[in-house]
Nanobody, 115 residues
């Protein structure tokens, strides 16, 4: 069993920045892949960014060049640095971790970008 707890969401104006954090209840070295997903109102949940145990990263096209995913092994934490935020980035952001081919989700954190 893995618990993931997100934080760092909030209200920001267009062009602003936020950093999301996801703290895992177990060592990051056991997590095959960590990722951030988002779900806007009335839309399906979508991948934002992911990072593998080896450090390979992947980004959705709409966030490339603006968002950065990283991880801190000592803190068992994955971060999502979000810069140049746009209103279309508004959504609930979820952390996802894969351990032993099983996916775990956090409870989500709301990000709202005002125009």
């Amino acid at each position: 069993q893995v618990q993931l707890v997100e934080s760092g969401g909030g209200l920001v104006t267009t062009g602003g920045s936020l950093r999301l954090s996801c703290v895992a209840s177990r060592s990051m070295s056991t997590m095959k892949t960590m990722g951030w997903y988002r779900q806007a109102a009335g839309k399906e949940r979508e991948l934002v960014a992911s990072i593998t145990r080896d450090g390979w990263t992947n980004y959705a096209d709409p966030v490339k060049g603006r968002f950065t995913i990283s991880k801190d092994y000592a803190a068992n934490t994955v971060y999502l640095q979000m810069n140049s935020l746009k209103p279309e980035d508004s959504a609930v952001y979820y952390c996802r971790g894969v351990v032993d081919y099983r996916a775990y989700w956090g409870q989500g954190t709301q990000v709202t970008v005002s125009s």
